[in-house]
């Protein structure tokens, strides 16, 4: 934990810029992958391996500096890694198979696990909205999934391993979404026994993601680890994605999967967790709110022309509703307004 005057101090302006940063490289992440089009599990692989490769020189540097993990904050990074891992992997399926920007909205689901853990684990109360929020934001994420109305403007097959896309996608980007609440409930216990230490946690989970799509492709794929050919066919997945192969693997995916290596993972992860320490956590979770916002309506949008339906755009609305209200922003947005309120109630009783 940090105290107050690390959050009032000057340092805050800093802590601001690289939030900032990691949260637009967050915002890339998705588009990354589908740019790299390497094979959903293999992908993770390399991504996970670049970035830890990227870290270690820190994480190093940080250990020299600060100290080491201490047992308890090695093996919670671990656990929450290895969620993280299978996170990463059924996200990527669902990159494919809805978007990346749909993706990115679907993964919110973690509001609702993470209070869930929390109550379970730590008897942490859980607010009467949640019970509220809770189906909404299923409902949400169903809609946003495409699973009423088949999905926007995207082009491929209806259906794969006889199950129709948008549902498989939406599956994929529910369990992506329940991994990645398990990961913040651990990642953060991670932080609570080490104090101070950001980079060496990311390094060990980053190692721990590694095991769950090397499962994966050993008894779960027939692809194995390919990188020879990816996923798209000129942008698009093959009217039979089962057997069909994808583009052959050039340099400019290549070129990719290393942006996403060290700047999707490396600086994104590490970036927002130094910042999230620094700062209010209402203030970041608004922020946060930033990346699929920005994933879903503008970058997958110019990048890939993925239209949401319109069934579609209003499950977005109602996911990022839900997760704004759900982190007490629309409190924080009141109390601000209440108090410029005040003040110029106060300037006006001294001018008269």
Sequence with gaps: MVNNSVKSNGGSGKAYVIL??????LAFTAPWVKQSNFEPATSVLLRCGIGLLALLPFALRE??????LNKSGIILSILAGLFLGIDFTAWNYSIFYVGSGIASILLNIQI???????FLFDKERIPKSYYIIAPIMILGVIMSGGVFDGGGSTEGPATIYGINLAILGTICGLVSGCCYGIYLYTSRKA???NAGQIIQPMAWATAAQLVAPAIFMLFFSDRGFDLTNGVLVNGALPMNPETTLGDPITAMNWFWVLVLGIAGQAIAWTFVQYGSVRLDSTIVAGLLLLSPVSTVAVIAVLLFGEIPSAIQILGVVIVLGAVAYQNNLHAS???????????KETDVKQVS
Excluded: C, F, T
């Excluded at 609702?112 to 929390?118: C, F, S, T, Y």
């Design 20 to 25: 900032m940063i990691g949260i637009l490289a």
């Design 63 to 68: 250990a020299k500096k600060i100290g080491g």
């Design 112 to 118: 609702i696990i993470l209070p869930a853990l929390a």
């Design 191 to 193: 932080s609570k026994v």
């Design 333 to 343: 947005l009141l109390r601000k307004l209440r108090g410029k309120k005040s003040d």
